[in-house]
């Protein structure tokens, strides 16, 4: 019985270990696979090899272990080695931007698949800025 059990231990952690998928968040720079360009909402495995250049810059988001995966280093490798090398990065996420990241890698919105796609501004008027108050007085301008 002990046996068995092992046996099946073992079968489902092999399965979980190659079933390991990674979903392109977005892409900076030159990032390939293959000798392939990445592109946002393109699935990897664990085992793909990616080349980053250097300024690449590639944000993978695994759904299995819910982390993001920030990888900008030069070089090349499997996302596991990858990760391992200075300036990259793997962070843990909410349930909430689980959700959120869920809803933008599902839509079929072709606006999603760029970096960085809006920017947000603010105006505010000369006179809101308080100038006078922060420009001292001239004296010869007031007799």
Same mark, same amino acid.
């Given at each position: 019985?002990?046996?068995?059990?092992?046996?099946?231990?073992?079968?489902?952690?092999?399965?979980?270990?190659?079933?390991?998928?990674?979903?392109?968040?977005?892409?900076?720079?030159?990032?390939?696979?293959?000798?392939? #360009?990445?592109?946002? @909402?393109?699935?990897l495995? %664990?085992?793909?090899?990616? *080349?980053? &250049?250097?300024?690449?810059? /590639?944000?993978?988001?695994?759904?299995?272990?819910?982390?993001?995966?920030?990888?900008?280093?030069?070089?090349?490798g499997?996302? #596991?080695?990858?990760? @391992?090398?200075?300036?990259? %990065?793997?962070?843990?996420? *909410?349930? &909430?931007y689980?959700?959120? /990241?869920?809803?933008?890698?599902?839509s079929?919105?072709?606006?999603?698949n760029?970096?960085?796609?809006?920017?947000?501004?603010?105006?505010?008027?000369?006179?809101?800025?308080?100038?006078?108050?922060?420009?001292?007085?001239? &004296?010869?301008?007031?007799?």
């Amino acid at each position: 019985m002990k046996k068995i059990f092992s046996t099946l231990v073992l079968f489902v952690l092999t399965i979980v270990a190659n079933a390991q998928q990674y979903k392109v968040y977005s892409v900076a720079g030159t990032v390939t696979v293959d000798g392939k #360009a990445v592109v946002a @909402k393109q699935v990897l495995t %664990s085992k793909s090899v990616l *080349s980053i &250049s250097k300024g690449g810059k /590639i944000i993978l988001f695994d759904s299995t272990n819910n982390k993001l995966t920030t990888l900008k280093s030069e070089g090349k490798g499997n996302i #596991a080695t990858l990760v @391992k090398m200075e300036g990259n %990065s793997e962070k843990a996420i *909410s349930g &909430s931007y689980l959700s959120f /990241i869920t809803q933008k890698m599902t839509s079929e919105d072709k606006k999603d698949n760029t970096y960085m796609q809006s920017a947000g501004s603010a105006y505010r008027d000369a006179d809101s800025l308080l100038l006078d108050a922060i420009v001292p007085n001239d &004296s010869v301008k007031e007799k």
